[in-house]
């Protein structure tokens, strides 16, 4: 029996979790559930699974989640940062799935991380933000570490399994990244500029956050992807090719210098990649529907356009800066997306929004979390100061 912790409960990945572990009540058991401000979902997941811990990232949340779970759950009720670290890095928990969304899931992800926990990462902001820092946690601490984003799930099994982080060893060539495209991936540049919010959140393949589809919509999805890939399995850009395969069902390959091709295919579905986690080195049943390649009949790829979609190049270069690039990339975008969703920005100036920020900063090698932290929040602040000067 493997006992879970649950970072962000409450959406897409966390919902996908909770439906795999219900299929398995005899291998996991839910030590914990958190999430940022959505109570009435946390209720009704408290009485589901009846977890040991619930956590609100917002004190006031927190406040109404106790005055609302009844007495005889058994479940306490935690509040911020601190308690989302605690239930990461408790004793009793085995698994730790990572699925905050952005910069808020580095700490209780880092948390489990030092905690030697195995840690199921689907929030690639940690490793966009820390790289290095939280590649050496991992280390340290003996840490199991196990891709949940499909595309790095993909390559995770299409490689040696003690040969993750040593492609020369294994005889990698190249690591063949896939993305669908998103919902604007036939749009002209023109047809860009008017896009709404619900156009970008209305990803063709896959169900996902708000935030999330806006990244797939720009390319920076792949992009922030393409950072976590070098920082997984220790590699550099130029070893890493997008490729756009608007099918979503090869969700990415690894090319040997043998000439042989691997790719895992699959139902865009994020149950499979979860689970695979989940169970590892095993697999179960995840719910997912089999696969009928007849019905596909055929698989399509193109090369990605960095004339229309910038944010894959600005994340491939942040990453060749090193030091509190990637950070300051990611910070930005976190601030233009939001922005953006609000209808205070075109999603063209998404882009243009990180861009200026970038140029705007003196990058540096982060020496621990707090410096780092300190020039997210400084990214964040000069970003908000070019908003005005780019807003709709």
Not at 247 to 268: C, F, N, T, W
Not at 348 to 374: G, N
Request: with cysteine; charged share 20%; aromatic share 6%.
């Amino acid at each position: 029996m493997r006992n879970v912790t649950i970072l962000g409960a409450t959406g897409s990945i966390g919902q996908s979790t909770l439906d795999v572990i219900r299929r398995h009540p005899d291998r996991f058991a839910v030590h914990a559930l958190t999430a940022s401000t959505r109570v009435d979902e946390m209720v009704s997941l408290c009485r589901d699974f009846r977890p040991r811990f619930a956590v609100m990232a917002d004190v006031t949340a927190a406040a109404r989640l106790a005055e609302q779970l009844p007495r005889d759950l058994g479940t306490e009720v935690l509040a911020g940062e601190t308690g989302l670290c605690e239930v990461a890095s408790a004793g009793e928990v085995d698994t730790v799935m990572a699925a905050i969304v952005g910069a808020a899931g580095l700490a209780p992800t880092l948390a489990a991380a030092k905690a030697g926990k195995r840690v199921l990462l689907a929030n690639k902001e940690a490793l966009v933000m820390s790289g290095q820092m939280f590649m050496d946690a991992v280390a340290e601490s003996g840490a199991e570490l196990l891709p949940i984003d499909s595309e790095h799930n993909a390559i995770f099994q299409c490689l040696p399994s003690d040969q993750m982080r040593n492609l020369g060893g294994a005889g990698v060539r190249r690591i063949l990244l896939t993305a669908s495209g998103g919902p604007f991936r036939t749009f002209s540049r023109e047809a860009l500029r008017d896009v709404t919010p619900a156009q970008a959140c209305a990803h063709p393949n896959w169900s996902m956050g708000r935030k999330i589809s806006v990244d797939s919509a720009s390319l920076m999805n792949k992009g922030l992807e393409l950072i976590e890939a070098c920082w997984l399995f220790d590699t550099r850009p130029e070893m890493v090719e997008v490729h756009i395969h608007p099918e979503s069902i090869i969700h990415s390959m690894v090319d040997y210098v043998d000439g042989s091709v691997l790719a895992q295919l699959g139902s865009p579905d994020m149950r499979t990649p979860i689970a695979n986690g989940l169970a590892w080195p095993e697999r179960i049943d995840a719910g997912v529907k089999p696969l009928d390649l007849f019905a596909l009949g055929q698989f399509n790829f193109e090369r990605p356009d960095l004339e229309r979609f910038p944010c894959l190049r600005l994340a491939a270069e942040a990453f060749e800066s090193g030091g509190t690039a990637p950070a300051v990339l990611n910070a930005a975008n976190e601030v233009a997306v939001s922005a953006f969703l609000n209808g205070n920005l075109r999603f063209i100036d998404i882009p243009v929004m990180i861009e200026r920020t970038l140029s705007c900063m003196t990058m540096e090698v982060a020496e621990d979390f707090d410096a780092l932290f300190a020039k997210d929040r400084e990214a964040r602040a000069r970003a908000q100061e070019q908003l005005p000067l780019i807003a709709v």
